[in-house]
């Protein structure tokens, strides 16, 4: 039963990350953190982000040279930002990490429900901050998503642009992270085989978000992503209270 679960989150959070360029690790994390523990899903759902990042990086190559060389000081900062996470992740008890994991999913969907208007010039510092505070997240939960999203969001991007300079970013990110996981024992062996298993899982998501790209209202499925988001962040933290 925890596998059929399992295999449901890891589709449809590949679904999501297919069709919108991030959100897979917002919804993974947390339901997969109820049934393995945080210090297990964390590294875990990070080998499924980097083979998708690869299978949507060769989908949409368009702009991929030019956008990755604009944002090196984002990617540059996520180097510092990583170790730093991953430490706070070896460090951390697991209800720590779910407390985390939870403040982190609520204050970053309301702050998009709520579409503040916020307008951020892509400025070197400003993509450092994101990149720093993205590696941070990446280290320590697995979610570097919600401070690029929250940048990108500000300045009114297309939302293949959008969707773009997201997978560049994440692709960075997660392989950087997912490196050093295996550096440090966090990715082993035994790890990599349990994996197998749910292969098909993401390769049914990564087809499912593909034909719904450009077919399914984005304001409405961003909504809808936003408040499981909303949801899962609610019931993690009260799960750290049972």
Same mark, same amino acid.
């Given at each position: 039963?925890?596998?059929?679960?399992?295999?449901?989150?890891? =589709? $449809? !959070?590949? @679904? &999501?990350?297919?069709?919108? %360029?991030?959100?897979?690790?917002?919804? +993974?994390?947390?339901? /997969?953190?109820?049934?393995?523990?945080?210090?297990?899903?964390?590294?875990?759902?990070?080998?499924?982000?980097?083979?998708?990042?690869?299978?949507?990086?060769?989908?949409?190559?368009?702009?991929?040279?030019?956008?990755?060389?604009?944002?090196?000081?984002? =990617? $540059? !900062?996520? @180097? &510092?930002?990583?170790?730093? %996470?991953?430490?706070?992740?070896?460090? +951390?008890?697991?209800? /720590?990490?779910?407390?985390?994991?939870?403040?982190?999913?609520?204050?970053?969907?309301?702050?998009?429900?709520?579409?503040?208007?916020?307008?951020?010039?892509?400025?070197?510092?400003?993509?450092?901050?994101?990149?720093?505070?993205?590696?941070?997240?990446?280290?320590?939960?697995?979610?570097?998503?919600?401070?690029?999203?929250?940048?990108?969001?500000?300045?009114?991007?297309?939302?293949?642009?959008?969707?773009?300079?997201?997978?560049?970013?994440?692709?960075?990110?997660?392989?950087?992270?997912?490196?050093?996981?295996?550096?440090?024992?966090?990715?082993?062996?035994?790890?990599?085989?349990?994996?197998?298993?749910?292969?098909?899982?993401?390769?049914?998501?990564?087809?499912?978000?593909?034909?719904?790209?450009?077919?399914?209202?984005?304001?409405?499925?961003?909504?809808?992503?936003?408040?499981?988001?909303?949801?899962?962040?609610?019931?993690?933290?009260?799960?750290?209270?049972?």
């Amino acid at each position: 039963m925890i596998s059929l679960f399992a295999f449901l989150i890891i =589709l $449809a !959070a590949m @679904l &999501v990350r297919s069709l919108t %360029g991030f959100g897979s690790a917002l919804i +993974s994390i947390p339901l /997969l953190s109820l049934l393995f523990g945080a210090k297990y899903a964390i590294p875990f759902i990070m080998i499924y982000e980097c083979i998708i990042d690869i299978m949507i990086l060769a989908k949409d190559k368009g702009g991929l040279k030019r956008d990755t060389i604009r944002d090196w000081p984002m =990617l $540059a !900062a996520a @180097l &510092v930002g990583i170790p730093i %996470g991953t430490e706070v992740l070896i460090l +951390s008890d697991d209800r /720590l990490l779910k407390i985390l994991m939870g403040s982190i999913l609520i204050i970053f969907s309301i702050l998009m429900l709520a579409n503040l208007g916020l307008k951020l010039k892509r400025s070197t510092f400003n993509s450092a901050t994101t990149g720093l505070v993205g590696g941070l997240l990446c280290g320590s939960v697995g979610m570097p998503g919600p401070p690029m999203a929250l940048l990108l969001s500000s300045q009114g991007l297309e939302k293949e642009e959008f969707r773009r300079m997201m997978v560049i970013f994440l692709t960075a990110i997660d392989f950087l992270t997912f490196g050093y996981y295996i550096l440090v024992g966090l990715v082993d062996a035994e790890m990599l085989i349990f994996s197998l298993w749910f292969i098909p899982a993401m390769l049914l998501g990564f087809l499912a978000g593909s034909l719904a790209f450009g077919r399914v209202s984005e304001e409405r499925f961003r909504r809808l992503t936003l408040g499981i988001t909303l949801a899962a962040g609610a019931f993690l933290l009260w799960s750290t209270w049972g």
